[in-house]
């Protein structure tokens, strides 16, 4: 099996069957299974609730609701990303015994990543609409979003795992740097409520735009505010600078030690 | 390099050609020039005809792994080259990519499909997986229930039900226990008797001379004989014995790999 061997049927019958052995695997390893991608956000809902609108009083009204839409899509990307990114390194001992196109081995993880988060994305929309918010045809530009914010997730995970074996410490600090990401992509705050210069400047942060969206689109029945297509050419353009790295490593990566 | 015993006669049948290859590490990364490289690989030359088994001999560190990656097309050459015909080259490999939570027909399927085969491939040779694996019911269990040698029983079949055209093996032959040792170890042979091509890395003499028609010998990077069995074997011998003396006498400094 080499390079030519692997035609792209080859390479999505593989992705098809890995995701799903994945997933069932995933499911067997814990007793709540998939239950945790929902008590996760959860669990955290509770603490930002705390902290935000008991203690710093800072929240505003439906603060739960506008936390828990910025929460669950903010897990599909972090989740991606710490799993994705040392994908490459960890599968060092595969790729010596027989050839992988290397960008399968963080693609399988945002598929199975992406096939748990839509479910529980479902349940967001459910519970906001159960809430009392009216359902409007914005609704309709939620498969933009989604489409947006995946790419970006795929941009930003091929982009981590094709470097991190030539940098092997930055696996160690990828839980920080999405800790700061968080922090500055709004997931908290309305980014509305910033200032001039500042306010401009969190909005280059696509997350934020992404994450603002949602909330336009379910929480307040408009379209999204800002322009998604920048996030989306963004992600476009890192996923292809990561396929060319790969390919053009893709027989150093099982030297790399 | 000694007498070519077995000349490159019709070139028709040369499924592999390595020239004059080097393979190189990189001992740890750096910005400037490539003063850290070690060659593990210095100057490689051989080829490999349909339907011979080909063996590799050499002491360890002497580049036979690395070389059996290079001919799978996992790594590439640095310098010189490396030319096959449309053929599917791999390494046996043994419980590829095996997820612990997934069931035994699962993997065997994963596994299969990192190997080489379509999914339709493996589902269509799945029964044979599973009565060469001895393994009845239990393949619907997830292999974290397995014993040792159930594994290992399930990553020979897999590996035995992919059939490359060119396969390499290093080292490993029968795996499991006495019985099953015996069981893969014939299958094994058979697979190499058979009209098959085969690159064979193995310490063990008797099996050499059991299955192989040719061998090359390696040391430090280098092909030093490429020829008849016997002929290249007496050279192993005499340059072991020849490496013994002086490490005796101290001769030899402790292995240094130094850079060619």
């Known amino acids: ?109 945002l598929a199975s990543n992406t096939i748990k988060f839509l479910p529980v994305f479902c349940l967001v929309i459910v519970i906001v609409l159960a809430s009392g918010i009216p359902p409007t045809r914005a609704l309709l530009f939620l498969p933009y979003i989604i489409l947006v914010q995946g790419m970006l997730i795929t941009g930003c995970a091929l982009c981590l795992a094709s470097i991190v074996p030539l940098f092997p410490d930055l696996r160690l600090i990828i839980g920080n740097l999405m800790r700061l990401w968080l922090f500055l992509s709004g997931v908290f705050f309305d980014v509305g409520i910033l200032e001039g210069k500042l306010e401009q400047t969190f909005r280059l942060n696509p997350m ?36 060319l790295v790969m390919r053009r490593l893709d027989f150093q990566y099982p030297k790399m030690v | 390099m000694t007498s070519a015993t077995h000349p490159t006669e019709s070139s028709s049948s040369e499924v592999i050609r390595v020239s004059n290859a080097g393979v190189s590490y990189r001992r740890r990364l750096s910005w400037f020039g490539n003063s850290n490289r070690l060659w593990a690989l210095s100057d490689v030359s051989m080829s490999l005809h349909q339907g011979e088994t080909l063996g590799v001999i050499g002491a360890n560190g002497a580049g036979k792994s690395t070389l059996l990656r290079l001919l799978a097309g996992i790594i590439q050459t640095d310098r010189g080259t490396i030319t096959r015909t449309n053929i599917t080259v791999s390494l046996l490999s043994l419980q590829v990519g095996f997820i612990p939570d997934l069931s035994g027909r699962d993997n065997a399927i994963l596994s299969g499909m990192l190997l080489g085969l379509r999914k339709r491939g493996i589902i269509a040779r799945l029964d044979e997986i599973i009565e060469f694996s001895e393994l009845g019911e239990r393949i619907l269990d997830p292999i974290r229930t397995y014993s040792t040698g159930m594994r290992a029983r399930l990553g020979f079949a897999v590996a035995l039900a992919v059939d490359p055209d060119v396969l390499l093996i290093d080292e490993v032959l029968g795996v499991g226990d006495a019985d099953f040792a015996q069981k893969s170890r014939d299958a094994m042979q058979t697979r190499i008797q058979s009209n098959r091509t085969v690159v064979l890395v ?59």
Not at chain 1, 31 to 48: E, H, R, T
Not at chain 1, 223 to 243: D, H
Request: net charge positive; glycine share 6%.
């Open chain 1, 1 to 109: 099996m080499s390079r030519h061997d692997w035609d792209t049927a080859r390479k999505l019958e593989f992705l098809a069957f890995s995701t799903a052995a994945e997933s069932k695997a995933e499911g067997q390893r814990t007793y709540l299974g998939l239950l945790w991608w929902l008590i996760d956000p959860a669990v955290s809902l509770v603490v930002y609730y705390i902290v935000f609108e008991m203690v710093l009083q800072r929240g505003g009204p439906n603060f739960v609701l506008f936390l828990f839409v910025g929460l669950v899509p903010w897990r599909w990307l972090s989740a991606s990303l710490e799993q994705s990114g040392p994908a490459l390194l960890n599968s060092r001992a595969l790729m010596q015994l027989v050839y992988v196109p290397k960008a399968l081995f963080p693609l399988r993880i």
């Open chain 2, 202 to 260: 193995t310490h063990s003499e008797s099996l050499l001379r059991s299955v192989c028609d040719r061998a090359i010998l390696l040391h430090r990077g280098r092909t030093i004989a490429d020829g008849d069995l016997d002929t290249v074997l007496l050279l192993y011998r005499r340059s072991r014995k020849k490496a013994e003396q002086e490490n005796f006498a101290g001769v030899v400094k402790p292995d240094t790999e130094q850079d060619r």
């Open chain 1, 208 to 243: 934020t735009i992404v994450l603002e969206a949602y909330r336009d689109v379910l929480l307040k029945g408009q379209a999204p505010s800002s322009a998604m297509l920048p996030a989306l050419a963004l992600g476009c353009i890192f996923a292809a600078i990561a396929i």
